[in-house]
């Protein structure tokens, strides 16, 4: 188990290893555009050169991308959701130039369509990302926070994305403040393995690739995102002490998703914990 954290590519994307180092990262995630909107910056086989050796430098073992948060595969725009395809296929490749092991990204609302119709706007799209793909990096769902119609804060609504897709390249990234605020108890070891045995039921263990470790400022089943730092939240260092000695948890890597201003402290926090 390797911790890191999401970090910075103001400048451009070869500060971003530069960052991860200075933080004491031993992985990193990072967006390659900004997660606003606007034309991504191209990437040069200069710039990917120098990413690479960047990352060699200083010991970083992996790295991840996050997609664009406006990224909407349920969309009632046709417009809206084939933006949404054509980015998340240039995050593909974008990542592959760079060796990144995954791509991350959130399905989207439901709002305005119905679940049902939303849920093939998904599979389609993905499909649609998939198709002809032959890249390196791999495509993963975001298990989302549950707020409002949001797609994907289920292990069930994950589970049929991923079987109505049918590709098993598609897994999964668990984010713990994610799970926690839909409502699956991760706060001691009996409540974790009581999770990932539901993970295991429902959609198979085989999928989880990663994770986001991120406490919770909300409590268990409080369907809002807000992410707080380790120890200080409702999940508690009991419940990441059990997440990291979990047979399968503890082969994954952790990646920080906390205010920037405590990372160092909570990669720290947690690296001592791997420690004992």
């Not at 996050?66 to 593909?92: D, K, Q, T």
């Not at 959609?203 to 990663?210: P, T």
Request: hydrophobic fraction near 40%; charge should be negative; include cysteine.
């Amino acid at each position: 188990m390797l911790f890191g954290a999401h970090v910075s590519i103001a400048g451009g994307i070869v500060n971003a290893p530069l960052n991860a180092a200075k933080l004491g990262c031993e992985v990193f995630q990072m967006f390659t555009r900004s997660p606003q909107g606007g034309q991504a910056p191209e990437i040069t086989e200069e710039t990917a050169r120098t990413f690479l050796a960047t990352c060699k430098e200083h010991n970083l073992s992996e790295w991840v991308v996050h997609a664009p948060y406006y990224i909407n595969f349920a969309n009632a725009e046709a417009r809206i959701r084939n933006n949404s395809v054509r980015i998340i296929r240039e995050e593909l490749e974008r990542a592959s130039q760079i060796k990144a092991k995954y791509v991350m990204f959130h399905p989207g609302s439901a709002s305005g369509v119905g679940e049902k119709q939303a849920m093939q706007f998904v599979v389609d799209g993905i499909k649609r990302i998939l198709d002809g793909y032959e890249g390196s990096t791999r495509l993963l769902i975001e298990i989302s926070a549950g707020a409002g119609m949001v797609i994907g804060d289920t292990f069930e609504e994950i589970a049929e994305i991923l079987d109505g897709v049918g590709d098993r390249a598609l897994g999964v990234c668990f984010d713990t403040a994610h799970a926690f605020a839909s409502g699956y108890d991760l706060r001691d070891a009996a409540s974790v393995h009581k999770t990932l045995a539901d993970f295991d039921k429902t959609i198979g263990l085989s999928r989880l690739k990663m994770s986001h470790c991120n406490d919770s400022k909300v409590e268990l089943g409080a369907r809002r995102d807000r992410h707080e730092h380790i120890g200080n939240g409702h999940i508690g260092k009991k419940g990441f002490d059990a997440l990291m000695h979990h047979p399968v948890f503890s082969k994954l890597n952790f990646y920080l998703e906390t205010e920037p201003e405590g990372i160092k402290k909570d990669l720290q926090t947690l690296k001592k914990m791997r420690d004992l």
